[in-house]
C-alpha cells in the first residue's frame, strides 16, 4: 500500500508565501516523476509544476519565477515553495507521484495522488 500525504496549505494574503509538502510512504522501490497540480472551484485540475528523478522541472507558465519545486529523494518527499502569491493562486493543490512498489506477485507501477491541501490567498 502507498499513501501521499500531503502538508502546508491555509490562508495567507496576497503577496505571502507559502511551503507544500507531500510524502510518500509504503512499500515503494522508486519514486519517478512527482508534480503538484491545482483546482480551482467550478474548474478542470490544471498542472502546476513537475520534477523529474533526476530533478528536471517543468513550470506551468503562470507560475514561472514565483514557486520552485524541489523534492528529497531520501525521504520520497517532493515540495513546492510559493512566493509572491495572487488570489488566482487560490485552489486544492494536489500531489501526484509515479510510484514502482512491492506487491504479493512483485512489483507495480502506479501514478498515486494525495488527498489535496487548501490554499486560499485574500486579496
Known amino acids: 500500500q502507498v499513501q501521499l500525504v500531503e502538508s502546508g496549505g491555509g490562508l495567507v494574503q496576497a503577496g505571502g508565501s507559502l511551503r507544500l509538502s507531500c510524502a510518500a510512504s509504503g512499500s515503494i522501490f522508486r519514486v519517478d516523476h512527482m508534480g503538484w497540480y491545482r483546482q480551482a472551484p467550478g474548474k478542470q485540475r490544471d498542472l502546476v509544476a513537475t520534477i523529474t528523478g533526476g530533478g528536471g522541472t517543468n513550470y506551468a507558465e503562470s507560475v514561472k519565477d514565483r514557486f520552485t519545486i524541489s523534492r528529497d529523494n531520501a525521504k520520497n518527499t517532493v515540495y513546492l515553495q510559493m512566493n509572491s502569491l495572487k488570489p488566482e493562486d487560490t485552489a486544492v493543490y494536489y500531489c501526484?507521484?509515479?510510484?514502482?512498489?512491492?506487491?504479493?506477485?512483485?512489483?507495480?507501477?502506479?501514478?498515486?495522488w494525495g488527498q489535496g491541501t487548501q490554499v486560499t490567498v485574500s486579496s
Open positions: 501526484s507521484a509515479h510510484i514502482t512498489h512491492f506487491g504479493r506477485s512483485g512489483y507495480y507501477t502506479d501514478d498515486y
